[in-house]
């Protein structure tokens, strides 16, 4: 069983390009999260999604960014117009939404956007 | 969601246990104790969940006292490859939400 996969592992963008980063989720995984952790900082939320729906979108900022989870395909975050500031690792997770473990999460490998 | 605190860093020498204590002081009854680990440039993995007492599998133990306002993650007989980032936190059983990480402890272990 593979676990979750993300794409692309490094992404370039100049400032003011959009960045697409894709999330595959492991099989069978029906709950999608996407979190922003800068270095030597710890993980911070972004959204959460269930196929087709947002359910939590607490942590994404207003502007520039959105996220979907289609019912066919990997979870998308995409960043319009990114600067500097958007520079860090955006790891996704996925979790089956059942427990023991209680919300355990599955994280991938995520992707570095550097933005010059 | 209950805060947590924990050491920023800590030491170790291989083959030594390491003990990584937590607080959670405003712990609810609902929340469950869960400890994740990261290696550098990979994303978080679990290792371990536990409600009250002890928890053990085949990589750590975990030692919840009775009033549930700090918990122990014990690793016994590091290595190297245990050097990482270890994150507590605390969770409702019921909710499939946000996980809220701290900065979390960075054990480096020494040959």
């Known amino acids: 069983n593979a676990g979750v996969m993300q794409n692309p592992r490094h992404l370039v963008r100049r400032r003011g390009q959009e960045a697409r980063l894709r999330c595959s989720p492991m099989?069978?995984?029906?709950?999608v999260y996407w979190y922003r952790q800068l270095p030597e900082e710890g993980l911070k939320f972004m959204v959460y999604?269930?196929?087709?729906?947002?359910?939590?979108e607490s942590g994404m900022p207003k502007e520039r960014f959105s996220a979907e989870f289609p019912k066919e395909g990997p979870s998308i975050l995409r960043i319009q117009q990114v600067v500097r500031g958007d520079s860090a690792a955006y790891f996704c997770a996925s979790s089956p939404g059942t427990g023991p473990p209680y919300n355990e999460q599955f994280f991938g490998p995520g992707t570095r956007l550097t933005v010059l | 969601l209950a805060k947590t605190t924990q050491p920023i860093s800590m030491d170790s020498y291989e083959g030594q246990e390491v003990n990584i204590t937590c607080s959670h002081n405003?712990?609810?009854?609902?929340?469950?104790i869960t400890w994740y680990q990261q290696f550098p440039s990979q994303g978080p993995r679990f290792i371990i969940q536990?409600?009250?007492t002890k928890v053990t599998n085949e990589v750590a133990s975990l030692f919840i006292p009775a009033d549930r306002k700090s918990s122990t993650l014990s690793l016994p007989r590091v290595s190297l490859s245990d050097t990482a980032v270890y994150y507590c936190l605390v969770g409702d059983a019921g909710n499939t939400d946000k996980l809220i990480f701290g900065t979390g402890t960075r054990l480096q272990v020494f040959p």
């Open positions: 099989k069978g995984h029906s709950h």
């Open positions: 536990g409600y009250k």
């Open positions: 999604l269930q196929k087709e729906n947002i359910i939590d």
């Open positions: 405003n712990i609810a009854t609902n929340d469950y």
